[in-house]
């Protein structure tokens, strides 16, 4: 079965450091990967993807995938309380449908 | 004003009833899903469509139905058959139904609880 494993958290921050959620998967055909943010009550909405090997970034937002270690992670640099979310990691099969992690809850504390 | 709509927000259901949850969209995209989500879990597939009149069963599909008769709409009827349907219901479009470019977009969402 096809899985994308995420630590649920809390994951703790003080403002202004970097946060580093980690996120697993199993289907060493994966292509595409996502990290979508939720805030309580809310949508997913989408922060970055990412398709190759390496970093790729966007403002304070660094994403990095290792396909051969089966890894993606999200580096959020100069936490703001206003980043404090559940962040859902996002993989896609074979079939281009997304399996989702149950998502890491991040606090940042002021 | 573009984008995903559902309505309702929150929709109550009593034991026994069928009810039936809407989404829209005016963003021209050929894919249509819809997610449950319950607290703690990620979200599980319950139908989808690629296309207009043809739709596919995810995961979880036992106690919905679904139809796809507008491009712009695709909405999801949870049965009564569906014993545990207290969840929030996510509809999320993508612009393709193949390729890299497999972002999808989500609305609102509906939170359903059963009395």
């Known amino acids: 079965q096809k899985e994308v494993e995420q630590n649920s958290g809390p994951l703790s921050v003080p403002e202004g450091a970097i946060a580093s959620l980690n996120c697993t998967y199993s289907d060493r055909g994966s292509q595409s990967f996502f990290w979508y943010r939720q805030y309580s009550g809310k949508s997913p909405e989408l922060i970055m993807f990412?398709?190759s090997n390496g970093d790729k970034e966007d403002g304070r937002f660094t994403a990095q995938l290792n396909k051969a270690s089966q890894y993606v992670s999200l580096l959020i640099r100069d936490s703001q309380p206003s980043d404090s979310a559940t962040y859902l990691c996002a993989v896609s099969d074979s079939n281009y449908q997304l399996i989702w992690g149950a998502g890491t809850k991040l606090i940042i504390k002021p | 004003d573009g984008g995903i709509t559902q309505s309702p927000k929150y929709l109550f259901r009593k034991e026994g009833q069928n009810v039936t949850l809407s989404c829209e969209q005016n963003?021209?995209?050929?894919?249509m899903y819809w997610y449950r989500q319950d607290p703690g879990q990620g979200l599980r597939l319950i139908y989808y469509?690629?296309?207009?009149?043809?739709?596919q069963k995810g995961d979880i599909a036992e106690g919905y139905s679904v139809s796809r008769e507008k491009k712009e709409s695709f909405p999801l009827t949870v049965t009564s058959a569906q014993k545990n349907p207290t969840a929030f219901y996510l509809c999320?479009?993508?612009?393709?139904?193949?390729?890299?470019?497999?972002?999808?977009?989500f609305g609102p969402g509906t939170r359903l609880t059963v009395l």
């Open positions: 469509s690629q296309i207009v009149n043809d739709f």
């Open positions: 990412i398709y």
């Open positions: 963003l021209n995209h050929d894919a």
């Open positions: 999320a479009t993508k612009p393709t139904d193949r390729g890299l470019s497999d972002t999808q977009y």
